[in-house]
């Protein structure tokens, strides 16, 4: 065989494979952007219920009254934006998971124990045994 010969079987080859991964994408492609959508709904589910337990945490109540008001923001937005089929418990999870995240975020880190202490006990300081000989003496 020839280069040409190569240079047309590789030509062919390729042709069947790019006409059976279209085919393969054609056939997916309804399972495929369903996911996309289910992912950018539970996206945008997440930064809703982060806003609505802000706002709840800010205008105050009780735990119930504060789940409560957040549940019914996002509801409201979802329908606001089209998003559909949403269930309760979707709602509730991302409610939870925005709020650890809240508590989380403002929560006081203090250090267990100071990494550089600043008052060392005069018997911990290393002392030198000799003094330190100067090599700066006579260019040595």
Known sequence: MTTKDWIYLGITVASYLLAIIAGVYARNKAKINTTTK???ALDVLGKLATNAVHEAEYIGGSGQEKREFASEIIEQALSWFGIK???SSEVNGAIEKAVNAMNIANQDVKPTEPEI???VPEK???QPEAPAKDV???GN
């Open 38 to 40: 289910a992912g950018q």
């Open 117 to 119: 202490a600043q008052n």
């Open 85 to 87: 089929g949403v269930t």
């Open 124 to 126: 911990d300081i290393v």
């Open 136 to 138: 700066t003496v006579n």
